[in-house]
């Protein structure tokens, strides 16, 4: 069976997991979507923006550091390139040649499936050709806009998408993203399944053995952004400082475009708060969940999350709210703790909990089981059932 997998960047770090068990059972082609804002997005780093070539492999655009940290990922793939998109806008003559270009590439393996991870407007040029194939999968991340994130560009692609006349099939990381999606969507009456989203490896290189490892703080990372809860964080923040006076807060992500951190807590707490706003490089942030005690995700709303996930894959157990899929994944006081969603005072009551007599490196000590590998095989035989039906 010959697949070709197209992604978004913004999903590389959930799609290399995948990758590497899928690549052991059909002929991959991966192609992954890259924009000037994604030049540095997620777990890529980006050597220079080639202009004029629509398709570039890793070794002409990576640096080399993350070329190497990717390569295990990659090798054994029939092929794999970055769909360069030079245009800032995200639909435009640039992009509609971009499709056309990567259209004529896709079509030279005749693929029996088309695996789009999530699409968006630089996908909508690729409609035009994709009625000369039989099967297309589509993986829905977010079936409905996080707070604060919807606009016409998401809305225009997905009503352009859902309407596509072909066979489709729908896949989800979460039971709760596949409800979701039957509810605001009715009329979609193709077939849906569910794969099981489970840790991501791809840090696991980049850490120190963990007898070396000092537990510093507790950590708060990922883009800032309205919907996350940063403020149901802060406001907690206070009560955990009364009891545990020397605990120590990072916050580290950059802010999305219109999104500002309250700063009286943080400037009350200078000596306890941290905030690196900015994009975290990998290294770094592959250290600062090790030496985390654990991680917040004080989410106002939610669907899976890449971070409970990265998390998960460097042993660190999670406080989050019980929105979206946390509960599917967070067993009560086995690996985490889930609390409820916009309570500061139940969020502080948590973080304390994990902090008394150490609780949190109990949590821990239940996520070391199963490898990264081992888990994410068990999609395998799903996603193989989903391509053949």
């Known amino acids: 069976m ?15 997991e995948l990758i590497n068990v899928l690549k052991k059972h059909v002929q991959l082609h991966v192609l992954i979507e890259l924009t000037p804002h994604g030049k540095n997005l997620t777990i890529l780093e980006i050597e220079k923006f080639p202009q004029g070539k629509t398709l570039v492999t890793p070794e002409e655009i990576l640096t080399k550091r993350c070329y190497e940290n990717l390569k295990p990922y990659f090798t054994g793939v029939a092929s794999v390139h970055f769909v360069m998109h030079n245009h800032r806008t995200g639909f435009s003559y640039s992009t509609l040649q971009a499709s056309f270009d990567t259209w004529k590439y896709i079509r030279q393996f005749k693929p029996d499936i088309l695996h789009f991870e999530t699409f968006g407007l630089r996908t909508v040029g690729l409609l035009f050709y994709l009625k000369a194939f039989k099967n297309v999968c589509i993986t829905i991340h977010d079936p409905v806009p996080h707070t604060g994130e919807d606009s016409w560009k998401v809305t225009l692609p997905r009503t352009l ?30 077939e849906k399944t569910v794969l099981q989203m489970s840790p991501y490896g791809y840090l696991k290189s980049m850490v120190k053995p963990e007898e070396e490892v000092q537990k510093k703080h507790i950590l708060f990372f990922g883009r800032l952004s309205p919907y996350k809860g940063i403020d149901d964080l802060l406001n907690a923040m206070p009560a955990v400082f009364k009891e545990f006076p020397n605990e120590q807060l990072v916050i580290a992500g950059k802010a999305v475009h219109g999104f500002d951190i309250d700063e009286e807590i943080i400037n009350k707490y200078r000596d306890n708060i941290t905030v690196l706003d900015k994009h975290v490089p990998n290294e770094e942030l592959a250290v600062l969940i090790q030496e985390a005690k654990f991680i917040i995700c004080p989410y106002k709303d939610a669907t899976q999350s890449g971070v409970l996930m990265t998390a998960f894959g460097l042993n660190t157990p999670v406080i989050a709210t019980s929105v979206g899929s946390f509960p599917e994944f967070i067993r009560e006081d086995m690996n985490g703790l889930l609390v409820p969603p916009s309570d500061p005072q ?10 008394r007599n150490d609780h949190y490196k109990q949590l821990a000590e239940n996520i070391k089981s199963t490898t990264v590998e081992d888990m994410w095989s068990r999609n395998t035989e799903i996603l193989l059932d989903a391509y053949a039906s």
């Open 161 to 190: 998408w859902f309407s596509l006349p072909v066979k489709k099939k729908y896949l989800f990381y979460s039971q709760f993203a596949r409800q979701q999606f039957e509810q605001h969507y009715k009329k979609e009456k193709h």
């Open 2 to 16: 010959t697949v070709v997998y197209y992604m978004q960047v913004s999903f590389l770090d959930v799609s290399i």
């Open 346 to 355: 139940k969020l502080a009551e948590g973080i304390c909990f994990a902090l």
